[in-house]
């Protein structure tokens, strides 16, 4: 195995032991002494990987932007690309609301990541655009009336909602079982543009939500350039 690659498998290591931390931490933070110990490393070698523990965050959040835009690169039907959408933060809800806390704080806080926050954004858009995509099949696939920018609103919503009530201690003791929710919440958003009938209008939102994602990176680009 080249050096390269032996560098890569170990950062690849490094970020799912950092991330499956943060996790059981329960408070969105871990220190890189605590790191290094899991791993059996020096701390000086998580540093050739990462220069800051910021950094390392943003790095995972990266990481889980990437897998995401993956998934919803999959392609065998309209009705199979939604449920996967609605699924996203169902299935690990603890992970999508943790990075998504971790995001805003090194937003607010952190200096000297704006070309890594960059390369996030980069993701992110190529993934919305894919999203507006599969909305936009699928409403096609069904003859529904409801616009693109409505039905990812709400699956978005419902993922955000639902991923809270799956991560809550007080769901888990009244409410009812991750299964049958999940279940509940997939079936909503598949059945819930059926009850649109087709318009006679076109439905102008998916070029009009691309338009502004594609302004938006040009927009970014420009700044990072300037």
Not at 51 to 73: H, P, V
Not at 87 to 115: D, H, M, V, Y
Not at 142 to 170: C, E
Not at 198 to 211: F, G, M, P, Y
């Amino acid at each position: 195995m080249s050096r390269q690659q032996q560098f890569k498998d170990r950062e690849e290591s490094i970020l799912a032991t950092a991330e499956q931390l943060l996790l059981d931490s329960g408070n969105g933070d871990i220190t890189l002494d605590m790191l290094a110990d899991q791993l059996d490393l020096a701390k000086g070698t998580l540093y050739k990987h990462f220069g800051s523990k910021d950094e390392l965050y943003l790095r995972i959040i990266i990481r889980y932007e990437t897998t995401l835009f993956a998934i919803n690169n999959i392609d065998d039907s309209p009705g199979a690309n939604v449920t996967r959408m609605v699924l996203q933060q169902l299935l690990s809800p603890q992970k999508a609301l943790l990075l998504n806390q971790i995001e805003e704080r090194l937003a607010s806080s952190a200096t000297g990541l704006n070309r890594m926050f960059a390369e996030l954004y980069d993701i992110r858009r190529a993934r919305m655009k894919r999203l507006i995509d599969i909305t936009s099949s699928y409403l096609d696939a069904v003859g529904s009336g409801m616009t693109t920018r409505d039905y990812l609103s709400t699956i978005w919503a419902i993922g955000q909602g639902g991923a809270g009530l799956l991560n809550s201690s007080f769901y888990q003791r009244y409410l009812g079982r991750r299964d049958t929710l999940r279940l509940a919440l997939v079936r909503q958003m598949l059945d819930l543009p059926k009850q649109y009938p087709r318009r006679d209008e076109v439905d102008t939102d998916k070029a009009d939500l691309v338009d502004q994602i594609d302004n938006e990176t040009k927009a970014h680009r420009d700044n990072l350039d300037g």
